[in-house]
């Protein structure tokens, strides 16, 4: 139809009304909004991360800030990045702990369920029980009260110690005369030093000795006491078996809504009471003193917020954190000022962006458009773009609002008129990335392949794509500065449009190659760029002598992240910025400093809430961050939208440096073995590591080290992820390892922690190192004799080699030609006396053989005086003595035919190793021609890899190989083959039958000459 309408018209807020009258409050159940996850971060601790098990039955602080865990399999220690179980502990693993407490002398005291009460010193941990004068072994409560004394509730009775700080005494027994006999679950001492004392009944011990029973309201078997604890408003409180009362004006109130167990009860320094449960969470519970928001009763545990809903335990730290023992694990609640509007449909898009207006709308698009109203999203539709996908929303400043789409272009919605603009004939592209309203009132439309300009009358005028100067078509980010400048982020680089041209700067010459996702110009008009892998750019035109106009700030200089998806600055200057799965802020002062590794960003991060946890952020679409009037943030999520109310950023103290472990060549001393401040280390340690960490409850994401050792380190080094620091090779003498923590919220407030150690020098001058010097002197010139008469006998054995490689080339060379002359003229003299004139060419023939062998011959004296350089073709080679060998055989009185089969066509090797292969080969040949009578011989080369296998085959008469050693007989051949084949590290095979001819195969690994 064309008209705009809104299909979701629903009264989408209600008033809240609370009232109190009279000293005798009334708490009604609440929740929180449906649409709002609730404002705390969680994490849980199980078995699998170091717990003893998993049901948590106390929880108590040290006063070094470490947490102590009782539960059902023993006692955890907690420093906020171990939990562990300490050697002096370990032998309680197989007691229940059931309630802790912190002595003042910093002694912890342990009640367990069926094995009495333990006391936990620094040397020692000792055992209470019959002959201490505590009669049942099952203790539900441990209490030291103002004066020192020591109460200790039992299922039979109540005990209390009176030694103060020695803790000698004997236990004694308190419910017997005048107090009838009891089980005791709860002990609590109130601001007037009253001795509050319950379990099958509530009475109170007052200072003059005198005590009093009182009565709770409801059944015999509902009104047990379980826990007792008393508010800063003077109120007592007691959890029961069937709820929740409290004591107000000598009158004992019921807390409607509450109809479980209450087991646990603590009041948190911002006064609300939270109460632990079994079986239905934990509630909180608002004072009458308090707003009245926080003056009913809540439950927070909803939507899975605890892996158990019976609560055993409730704790807060000293740093406001409140711990939850459950039935199947622990559970850390921290306030995060990040609350989570999920969208209706749920799903994850692959984008979502979200706009303000100044009517105070907030849009999500995520495929479909949502409007935030009162925490809450809700669908709209509007007449004509039902089945389109939103990519983004913009409210223009004559009140029109612009839609972009993913595919669809853009539409332009002013009351009930709806315009539609698409690609090409008014768009670039008709995937929308962002839109901007320059000064002119015209307005700017990113897309996928450029930028459009649209007039104040509604028609294009301008495209800006990568045909007249665009940087990249995949614009990502628009702004115009107050100069009128017109900045484009694009997926590779930036632009920077001005009066109707395209210009070129330090800025676009510095983020040529970045994906620039956000553009921002600060309160002082300094310009910011976001980028995709490379942090922050910061540009600052005429800038001061010395100061460069183009800055880079990144993850080295304390950004969390070089992913920077949305830049903003609230008004109070403070900037904030988002990346895949962070929220981050900055104070303008801080990011105008030089920030360095030694002096990082001041970085606070914020939490996302539970339900929402593991949210990734979006960006590459604008906007993707939006600030309200109200100076409120809002960031797409892949959770909903996150909302931060207006939030001061706070300081956080230093985390607490400690060094935890030393590890001396891969063996570890823990801290309960470093027990001075100076530590020893062995001369003969040549791998030192220090393990370092931080004591603080709270999350430790932000946490960074750095350490140093000094005496070797020059200056202080940056820990990674790893908390570890190694050394290898420490001289000795005296060292200090030193380690600061400090949080990125806070790098100027810094902690530190040092250790001693001295490395132990080398005993060098005592009389056994003398003694094992002479020894190793005499051995010494025991091993150069034996090293000279080795050398000796290597050389005479390298005589004996050179004579066998002088019979072999004699063999080969001199010999081997001077048979074939004598061959020759046997065949000459055959001839003759046949009566035949002779044949010229067996003379000219003898003649080539005897210039050939004395060729040879001086050949081989040569290579025995000369070292060989040139590489040869052995290939061409073993083709020439083939050759040779077929025209040499034809003149003579039997020829034979000589064949050459090879699969390469070029094998170059150095000379010495050819010249052995030739003279083995050839001598194979030889052999061939000369016995076998076969008319044919067949030699074959093959490359299989850097494998070579040459075989000479004939199919004559053959021998028996049984007598291959012929050296006796005068033929030194075949010993000479095999010979030069084992000079070469090859393997030589002969294979000869009578009558079925004769095999030569040898086998050789090639190294190629380079």
Excluded at 225 to 249: A, I, M, N, P
Excluded at 252 to 262: K, M, N, P, Q, W
Aim: hydrophobic content about 40%; charged content about 20%; glycine content about 10%.
């Amino acid at each position: 139809m064309g008209m705009m309408r809104a299909l979701t018209t629903a009264v989408w807020g209600a008033a809240l009304l609370c009232a109190s009258a009279g000293a005798a409050t009334s708490w009604a159940p609440a929740t929180a909004p449906s649409g709002v996850q609730s404002q705390y971060a969680r994490t849980l601790w199980r078995i699998a991360d170091g717990l003893p098990e998993d049901t948590v039955q106390s929880i108590v602080e040290s006063s070094d800030g470490v947490l102590w865990i009782g539960t059902t399999g023993g006692l955890a220690r907690f420093d906020g990045s171990h939990m562990q179980v300490p050697k002096l502990v370990r032998s309680l693993l197989a007691n229940s702990i059931f309630t802790l407490t912190f002595e003042r002398d910093g002694s912890l005291w342990a009640g367990t369920e069926g094995g009495g009460l333990l006391r936990v010193g620094r040397t020692g941990v000792k055992s209470y029980s019959v002959r201490e004068g505590l009669t049942d072994g099952f203790v539900r409560k441990v209490l030291e009260d103002s004066k020192g004394r020591l109460w200790v509730g039992t299922d039979d009775g109540l005990f209390v110690m009176d030694a103060v700080g020695q803790r000698a005494g004997r236990l004694r027994r308190v419910d017997k005369g005048t107090i009838a006999p009891m089980a005791v679950h709860a002990i609590t001492e109130d601001c007037a030093g009253r001795i509050w004392v319950g379990g099958s009944r509530l009475i109170v011990l007052n200072p003059n000795g005198t005590e009093q029973e009182f009565a709770l309201k409801g059944a015999y078997s509902q009104t047990r006491v379980k826990t007792l604890t008393e508010t800063k408003d003077g109120r007592l409180w007691v959890g029961t078996v069937g709820g929740l009362q409290y004591l107000d004006h000598g009158t004992f109130h019921v807390v409607r809504g509450i109809h479980a167990t209450v087991r646990t009860l603590i009041q948190a320094s911002d006064g609300l009471l939270w109460i632990g449960t079994i079986g239905d969470g934990v509630w909180t519970l608002g004072t009458a003193q308090q707003a009245a928001e926080n003056g009913r009763l809540r439950q927070v545990s909803g939507r899975g917020l605890l892996p158990s809903d019976t609560v055993l335990s409730l704790f807060e730290d000293a740093q406001r954190q409140i711990w939850i023992g459950t039935q199947a694990g622990l559970v850390r609640l921290n306030r995060t000022p990040v609350r989570v509007v999920p969208l209706p449909e749920g799903g994850d898009p692959d984008y979502e962006t979200i706009s303000g207006d100044t009517h105070g709308n907030v849009w999500v698009a995520a495929q479909q458009l949502y409007l935030i109203y009162k925490d809450v999203a809700r669908p709209v539709i509007y007449g004509g773009l039902k089945d389109v996908k939103v990519r983004n929303v913009f409210r223009a400043r004559d009140g029109a609002l612009w839609i972009g789409t993913d595919g669809s272009g853009a539409y332009r919605v002013d009351g009930n008129k709806v315009r539609h603009y698409t690609a090409p004939e008014e768009l670039t592209n008709n995937f929308v990335r962002g839109f901007l309203q320059d000064r002119d009132g015209a307005l700017w439309i990113a897309a996928d392949e450029g930028v459009s300009r649209i007039n104040a009358a509604g028609m294009t005028e301008r495209k800006l794509t990568e045909a007249n100067g665009l940087s990249f078509f995949s614009t990502r980010s628009l702004l115009q500065d107050s100069k009128g400048t017109l900045w484009i982020g694009t997926d590779h680089g930036l632009s920077k449009w001005r009066n109707g041209h395209f210009e070129h700067d330090a800025a676009t010459a510095a983020l040529a190659h970045e994906k620039v996702w956000s553009i921002l110009q600060d309160q002082s008009g300094v310009l910011w760029f976001g980028t995709r892998d490379h942090g922050l750019f910061r540009y600052r035109t005429g800038a001061a002598a010395g100061e460069p106009l183009v800055q880079q700030f990144t993850v080295a200089q304390g950004l969390p992240s070089n992913s920077i998806y949305q830049l903003l600055q609230d008004r109070s200057g403070t900037f904030w910025m988002t990346g895949p799965n962070m929220i981050a802020s900055i104070a303008a002062k801080d990011i105008e400093s030089e920030p360095s590794e030694e002096r990082p960003l001041s970085v606070q991060t914020y939490q996302m809430p539970y339900g929402a946890d593991g949210a990734q952020l979006y960006g590459g679409r604008q906007p993707a961050g939006f600030l309200a009037s109200d100076d409120s943030l809002w960031f797409p999520t892949s959770k909903g939208a996150a909302h931060l109310a207006k939030v001061t950023p706070q300081s956080e103290p230093a985390p607490r440096a400690w060094v935890d472990e030393l590890i001396e060549d891969g063996r570890s001393l823990s801290t309960d073995d470093i027990t001075h401040d100076t530590v020893h280390v062995a001369a003969n340690v040549v791998r030192l590591s220090f393990g370092f960490t931080a004591i603080s409850l709270r999350p430790q994401e932000g946490v960074r080290f750095r350490y140093a050792l000094e005496g070797f380190d020059p200056t202080w080094t940056a820990a990674g992820a790893s908390r570890l620091a190694t050394y290898t090779n420490v001289p000795p003498g005296r060292y200090r390892f030193r380690v600061q923590a400090f949080n990125t919220a806070n790098p100027s407030s810094v902690s530190e922690f040092s250790l001693s150690l001295v490395k132990a020098q080398v005993f060098y001058a005592t009389w056994w190192f003398y003694a094992l010097c002479c020894l190793a002197l005499s051995t010494m010139v025991w091993s150069l004799y034996h090293v000279r008469v080795r050398g000796i006998r290597a050389r005479f054995a390298a005589v004996l080699e050179e004579r066998g490689r002088l019979a072999r080339e004699m063999h080969d060379t001199v010999i081997q030609g001077c048979t074939g002359i004598s061959a020759l003229l046997e065949a000459m003299a055959s001839q003759m006396g046949e009566g035949t004139v002779p044949n010229d060419g067996l003379l000219e023939c003898a003649r080539i053989q005897a210039r050939t062998t004395i060729d040879e011959a001086r050949q081989a004296i040569s290579n025995m005086r000369h070292e060989r350089e040139k590489n040869v073709d052995l290939v061409l080679a073993l083709k020439g003595v083939a050759g040779q060998t077929t025209h040499d055989s034809a003149i003579g009185v039997q020829a034979t035919e000589m064949a050459f089969h090879h699969d390469v066509e070029k094998l170059e090797i150095t000379a010495s190793v050819a010249h052995e292969i030739l003279m083995t080969v050839r001598e194979a040949i030889y052999n061939s021609v000369q016995h076998s009578r076969s008319g044919k011989v067949e030699m074959d080369l093959r490359m299989r890899g850097d494998d070579l296998t040459i075989c000479v085959v004939d199919h004559g008469c053959g021998f028996a190989t049984a007598g291959d050693n012929v050296a006796a007989e005068g033929h030194y051949g075949i010993v000479g083959m095999r010979e030069r084949v084992q000079r070469l590290g090859g393997k030589m095979e002969l294979i000869s039958a009578q009558g079925q001819g004769t095999k030569v195969q040898l086998r050789f690994r090639m190294v190629r000459p380079q």
